[in-house]
């Protein structure tokens, strides 16, 4: 009966230090909440592409429905206009952007698979919203720079995100830092890599974690000491990272 005792206090004292992040390893909660608050909510043309996209092989890089949803959400929060995506796969938070986005707003997308694209476009195209969207295939650094060059560029976005090539992700910040508006917001996506952000040196790690998983610590520890922005990082889907630039 003591040694249960001792474990309860132990648990207890665990769960006041790291507070609710510990109850989203529940799958029950987790479940819960997208059954709660996500899916009763979901617009039908997101829901469409979500269930199209999970036939998808590579389904597992689409954002999550309660990432989707928080994204849909921010960006009304914030009056977004002019947007950027680097990493749109099928399309679905793409789609989140540009149903919160005004019918005049814009998204430029860039991805290196049209194919992918493709697949889900012609849902964006049945909820009206395909207008907003300018797609460009192939890598994002070539039209990052040709955007830099140019200083009307400078300050113009109000909301950028990025779930693209995480070896990238550093790159990218040194450019999207010049494109996004002083106030703006810079998400970056999979910042806790599959929790290995934390695993041991030697935890068996799959080997596309593993490798990207020294270039997530990098941007973590980078945008921790940026004095251009203030950062935010949510346990929310694989870990997402807000940068408010404040100069």
């Not at 999207?176 to 068996?204: F, H, M, Q, R």
Request: glycine share 6%; net charge negative.
């Amino acid at each position: 009966m003591a040694t249960n005792t001792q474990e309860q206090q132990s648990q207890a004292g665990r769960h006041q230090e790291v507070g609710h992040k510990s109850l989203l390893q529940s799958d029950a909660l987790y479940q819960y909440i997208l059954e709660t608050s996500v899916y009763p909510r979901e617009p039908e043309p997101m829901k469409e592409l979500r269930e199209l996209t999970a036939k998808h092989p590579w389904n597992l890089m689409t954002t999550s429905a309660d990432e989707g949803q928080f994204l849909n959400m921010l960006l009304k929060l914030i009056n977004a206009k002019n947007t950027m995506e680097i990493g749109v796969y099928t399309g679905y938070s793409l789609l989140a952007t540009a149903l919160a986005l005004p019918d005049d707003g814009k998204i430029l997308a860039m991805d290196i698979n049209r194919e992918n694209y493709e697949l889900g476009l012609p849902v964006i195209q049945k909820a009206g919203v395909a207008h907003k969207i300018d797609f460009k295939e192939g890598p994002a650094m070539p039209v990052l720079d040709q955007l830099v060059e140019d200083e009307k560029n400078h300050g113009s976005y109000d909301f950028i995100f990025v779930d693209a090539d995480k070896d990238n992700y550093i790159n990218y910040h040194k450019r999207l830092i010049e494109l996004v508006k002083v106030g703006g917001l810079i998400g970056y996506d999979n910042t806790l890599w599959n929790g290995s952000v934390v695993a041991p040196p030697d935890a068996p790690l799959r080997k596309y974690v593993r490798y990207y998983r020294d270039f997530v610590l990098e941007l973590n520890k980078a945008l921790a000491v940026d004095p251009r922005i203030e950062i935010c990082m949510l346990p929310v889907g694989d870990g997402i990272t807000l940068c408010r630039r404040v100069k």
